[in-house]
């Protein structure tokens, strides 16, 4: 038995973690699947079993709104689809869970984690999103509980009798540690022999010192800032995909500066609209730089997809300039030198080899004062 803090400033006693295996068989023994979504490392377990003794039932989601889609669609033709987000994604799902279940009653059972639960210390992205996500769900008529290890077949019966009685989804909120560890799913195998920390270094070496550099969430951030700290840069701490967004709009009003994005494959598959309004606005001063691995390594390195997408001929359809892919530090070196010649947007799409630093920290620099470091750098 553990014990933690809840809502209200209670201490709450919680039942031992959930051995994954077992709650993916009680879960399918109710007739629940397929399983989609965007992992979360409290629900890395799970998805761990369901790669490795279920691969067919697990559909890998670029968004949270996707993978609400594709659940509905999974119930209109006669399943019980159930839906794994991060409770950050939550307002990626807002829209399909009030417009598209509501509307048409089409129930879908949802595993929401809770990141920053209130009473435990967590990132700073994750405050606001911890503590709204049990109001959240109701506001949207979602009704809720926490899941546990107390009673989960009798539970999962419940949650199956609301939703065929109402025709609307049922969320289990997963606290940390409710699933006990299991080791990952072997990850995919990209063709880079770099490691993202390198291709990194390589931009950063290469772009100059007055160049605005906006990395996106996640180890490319903290890495960023590990190795080149400087005012020049920003790092978006969560919501992640924006981060190509938020570069092209400082790249169209600091049209004297060069500005770099560092993206990473599943943001980018995330808000892939962002390289649609870069090639219709076209700022030439833009580089937006794809680190792709082939996995979410912050969540326990999950694959995101991104080996099938061919990255450099969507952003050619789209209206970059250039396009190009690297897999090797040379073939990086030259790259940049040859696009930093030339008028952009460009893509580069760098294949890089998983794996970090495991004593790589936190971003030290609170968010508010990054962006307002990075704001005054980029009014120079």
């Not at 989804?169 to 940390?176: E, N």
Request: with cysteine.
């Amino acid at each position: 038995m553990t014990v933690r803090q809840g809502s209200d400033g209670t201490t709450v006693a919680s039942p031992a973690p959930l051995d994954p295996s077992e709650a993916v068989r009680l879960l399918r023994a109710e007739g629940y699947g397929p399983f989609t979504g965007v992992p979360c490392s409290y629900l890395g377990p799970v998805i761990s079993c369901l790669q490795e003794e279920f691969p067919g039932e697990y559909l890998i989601a670029a968004n949270e709104g996707e993978a609400v889609a594709i659940a509905a669609g999974a119930q209109l033709a006669g399943r019980r689809p159930v839906v794994l987000l991060q409770n950050s994604g939550l307002g990626n799902a807002v829209n399909p869970l009030t417009s598209l279940c509501h509307t048409l009653r089409v129930p879908v059972l949802l595993l929401v984690t809770w990141r920053g639960e209130p009473g435990r210390p967590d990132e700073p992205q994750h405050e606001v999103m911890g503590r709204i996500t049990p109001s959240l769900l109701t506001s949207m008529e979602i009704r809720n509980e926490v899941l546990s290890g107390d009673r989960l077949a009798q539970r999962l019966r419940a949650a199956g009798r609301h939703m065929e009685e109402t025709g609307l989804p049922f969320a289990f909120v997963v606290p940390k540690g409710t699933f006990a560890r299991r080791a990952a799913a072997p990850g995919p195998r990209p063709g880079g022999t770099m490691l993202r920390r390198d291709a990194v270094a390589e931009v950063v070496r290469a772009v100059g010192d007055s160049s605005l550099i906006v990395a996106t969430t996640g180890k490319t951030a903290r890495e960023l800032e590990a190795d080149w700290d400087r005012p020049e840069n920003l790092y978006v701490v969560g919501s992640m995909g924006c981060a190509s967004s938020v570069a092209l709009g400082v790249a169209l009003q600091a049209r004297s500066r060069q500005v770099v994005v560092l993206d990473g494959d599943g943001a980018a598959l995330m808000r892939l609209e962002a390289m649609a309004a870069i090639g219709r606005l076209a700022p030439t001063n833009l580089l937006h730089v794809l680190i792709d691995n082939e996995a979410y390594e912050s969540t326990g390195g999950q694959p995101t997809g991104s080996g099938q997408v061919n990255f450099t001929e969507i952003a050619a359809a789209c209206g970059y300039r250039a396009a190009r892919e690297v897999s090797s530090a040379e073939g990086l070196r030259s790259a940049l030198e040859r696009q930093l010649s030339y008028a952009g947007p460009a893509l580069l799409r760098v294949r890089v080899a998983p794996g970090s630093d495991p004593g790589l920290g936190r971003p030290a620099l609170a968010p508010p004062a990054s962006a307002e470091r990075f704001r005054k750098a980029a009014r120079v």
